[in-house]
């Protein structure tokens, strides 16, 4: 019942810029704590983005500067612009929402058993 769907993944030259969507289902993503995701192969998950339900937003330092994180509340759609694409942002990205959290931060709704969502992921290779 509860979906959440990325896209716009691909290949790109370092440098380069993507925009991800993660199209939600089921629940109004605005009224939940939504954040993007990424994992390499060989490396541990991490949290790249959050925003909340009063537009607060949340990066970690490795894409802050670079990366935006924004919702579409009429198409119920949440983004990530990634900007200055480097061959280290180069992972699967994966959306996720969760509906109670003290803080909106991706280290919140990670620790969460229940009440959480996650899409399926989408690939980011960037080449150097």
């Known amino acids: 019942q509860v979906q959440l769907l990325e896209s716009g993944g691909g290949s790109v030259q370092a440098g380069g810029s993507l925009r991800l969507s993660c199209a939600a289902s089921?629940?109004?993503?605005?009224?939940?704590?939504m954040a993007w995701f990424r994992r390499a192969p060989g490396k541990t998950r991490e949290g790249v983005a959050a925003i909340d339900s009063d537009g607060s937003t949340y990066y970690a330092d490795s894409v802050k500067g670079r990366f935006t994180i924004s919702q579409d509340n009429a198409k119920n759609t949440l983004y990530l612009q990634m900007n200055s694409l480097k061959a280290e942002d180069t992972a699967m990205y994966y959306c996720a929402a969760a509906g109670q959290v003290p803080i909106c931060r991706p280290s919140y709704i990670a620790a969460l058993v229940r009440n959480n969502y996650w899409g399926q992921g989408t690939q980011v290779t960037v080449s150097s």
């Open positions: 089921g629940f109004a993503a605005s009224s939940y704590c």
